[in-house]
């Protein structure tokens, strides 16, 4: 009866270890990029076509994948129970390139390959983390850019600029935190879109 009932008890504790494995915690899933970056108006008629071509957007290491980034000083965790929907480098570079459809601009943004008189965008994101000034702070969306504009055929850089934009969250809330991201990358969508917009414009012109 002893080893019955040790052996009951012991295929228990199996049991019960299994359930806590297959039963990981909740994760809520998210989403930014669908704040619109531009009202939609049409260029000017005297507005030259560029056709840009941009690179794949990069990320840091940190930022990529599903996880949602978040630094307190020189700590760095991830904020638990959240996951984007898609790499955040994927929802980034979508909404990116709804921006340039969206912004009415001079600026064609081609998937193919360049033209003659084409331009290569490369945008790369260095920084794009929830941001606290102390732990159980209010955080900020920070999202910081480096920008360049090429010439490919002889390699020559056109422009290269930083931008940096930074959303309140408001409150230290998931759902909050999220639509500072959304809000951030709508602004630094715009900003892109403008500056590409300018540099590519000018380079046209001069040429």
Same mark, same amino acid.
């Not at 012991?10 to 930014?32: E, I, K, N």
């Not at 996880?67 to 955040?88: H, Q």
């Given at each position: 009866?002893? #080893?019955? =009932? %040790? &052996?009951?008890?012991?295929?228990?504790?199996? /049991? $019960?270890?299994?359930? @806590?494995?297959?039963?990981?915690?909740?994760?809520?899933?998210?989403?930014?990029?669908?704040?619109?970056?531009?009202?939609?108006?049409?260029?000017?008629?005297?507005?030259?076509?560029?056709?840009?071509?941009?690179?794949?957007?990069?990320?840091?290491?940190?930022?990529?994948?599903?996880?949602?980034?978040?630094?307190?000083?020189?700590?760095?965790?991830?904020?638990?129970?959240?996951?984007?929907?898609?790499?955040?480098?994927?929802?980034?570079?979508?909404?990116? #390139?709804? =921006? %340039? &459809?969206?912004?009415?601009?001079?600026?064609? /943004? $081609?998937?193919?390959? @360049?033209?003659?008189?084409?331009?290569?965008?490369?945008?790369?994101?260095?920084?794009?983390?929830?941001?606290?000034?102390?732990?159980?702070?209010?955080?900020?969306?920070?999202?910081?850019?480096?920008?360049?504009?090429?010439?490919?055929?002889?390699?020559?850089?056109?422009?290269?600029?930083?931008?940096?934009?930074?959303?309140?969250?408001?409150?230290?809330?998931?759902?909050?935190?999220?639509?500072?991201?959304?809000?951030?990358?709508?602004?630094?969508?715009?900003?892109?879109?403008?500056?590409?917009?300018?540099?590519?414009?000018?380079?046209?012109?001069?040429?």
């Amino acid at each position: 009866m002893i #080893r019955s =009932a %040790f &052996l009951i008890a012991t295929a228990s504790v199996a /049991l $019960s270890g299994c359930a @806590l494995l297959s039963s990981p915690d909740p994760v809520q899933l998210y989403r930014f990029g669908g704040a619109s970056a531009f009202a939609g108006t049409g260029a000017t008629s005297a507005c030259p076509d560029v056709h840009v071509s941009m690179r794949r957007v990069d990320f840091p290491e940190a930022s990529r994948g599903d996880r949602v980034l978040a630094v307190t000083g020189a700590e760095a965790a991830y904020i638990k129970g959240a996951r984007w929907v898609s790499p955040a480098e994927t929802l980034f570079e979508e909404s990116l #390139r709804n =921006a %340039f &459809l969206d912004g009415g601009t001079c600026t064609v /943004l $081609s998937s193919g390959p @360049l033209t003659r008189d084409g331009l290569l965008l490369s945008v790369d994101v260095r920084r794009f983390e929830a941001a606290y000034a102390a732990q159980g702070a209010v955080p900020d969306a920070n999202i910081v850019v480096l920008l360049r504009l090429v010439r490919p055929g002889d390699r020559s850089i056109v422009a290269e600029d930083r931008i940096s934009v930074s959303e309140s969250a408001g409150e230290n809330r998931q759902s909050a935190i999220v639509a500072a991201f959304d809000r951030a990358t709508a602004e630094a969508s715009r900003q892109i879109v403008v500056w590409t917009d300018q540099q590519a414009s000018q380079a046209k012109r001069a040429s």
